[in-house]
T-cell receptor, first 113, second 117 residues
Framework: DTGVSQNPRHKITKRGQNVTFRCDPI?????LYWYRQTLGQGPEFLTY????????KSRLLSDRFSAERPKGSFSTLEIQRTEQGDSAMYLC???????????FGPGTRLTVL | AQSVTQLGSHVSVSEGALVLLRCNYS??????LFWYVQYPNQGLQLLLK??????LVKGINGFEAEFKKSETSFHLTKPSAHMSDAAEYFC???????????????FGQGTILTVHP
């Protein structure tokens, strides 16, 4: 059990560029969650997968955001045409369906200039 | 809709003093409740959780929390603060999905704990 990993840890981009983040959950965890955390706030739910199916998306997830989990293992979160308001820490978490505890990765900090 | 309120965005205590971080929740069904801790530039680490068993829950690093349904509260305490407890603490609630498993977390705004020598 190596924990949840996220790459990259930091990303600096210019407004209007596309960025993609990757999350590798704990092996055999069939649920994977994405959250966004802005400075001074608690994490906010974005979306989650059970295996490869995306079961829920928050209204925070605009059309510029897309997430995938193609084989039910790792997941990617893409932001198109980034805006300064997208600057935040993007957190990934995983869990078993049968369990109540989510385990968080270290996050990817996005800075949009 | 479920929500979480953490009273006090900053709490400052002396080393060895009692730590009390307040959390109130709203939920239409019996919730699961969690406290997470976040150190600078790191992800969230689970401190403890309430999942409808004992109302007094003990966690790691000497922390504990008591679920009080009548007060809709889940306050976090530690009898004696240590310098290493300085961090940001988040209370979170999870509602059941489809009456079975529990899903997304709704977090409070966080409380930054400062410990003075």
């Amino acid at each position: 059990d190596t924990g949840v990993s996220q790459n990259p840890r930091h990303k600096i981009t210019k407004r209007g560029q596309n960025v993609t983040f990757r999350c590798d959950p704990i092996s055999e965890h069939n649920r994977l969650y994405w959250y966004r955390q802005t400075l001074g706030q608690g994490p906010e739910f974005l979306t989650y997968f059970q295996n490869e199916a995306q079961l829920e998306k928050s209204r925070l997830l605009s059309d510029r955001f897309s997430a995938e989990r193609p084989k039910g293992s790792f997941s990617t979160l893409e932001i198109q045409r980034t805006e300064q308001g997208d600057s935040a820490m993007y957190l990934c978490a995983s869990s078993l369906v049968s369990a109540d505890t989510q385990y968080f990765g270290p996050g990817t900090r996005l800075t949009v200039l | 809709a479920q929500s979480v309120t953490q009273l006090g965005s900053h709490v400052s205590v002396s080393e060895g003093a009692l730590v009390l971080l307040r959390c109130n929740y709203s939920s239409s069904v019996p919730p699961y409740l969690f406290w997470y801790v976040q150190y600078p530039n790191q992800g969230l680490q689970l401190l403890l959780k309430y999942t409808s068993a004992a109302t007094l829950v003990k966690g790691i690093n000497g922390f504990e929390a008591e679920f009080k349904k009548s007060e809709t509260s889940f306050h976090l305490t530690k009898p004696s603060a240590h310098m290493s407890d300085a961090a940001e603490y988040f209370c979170a609630v999870s509602d059941p999905v489809g009456g079975t498993s529990y899903g997304k977390l709704t977090f409070g705004q966080g409380t930054i704990l400062t410990v003075h020598p």
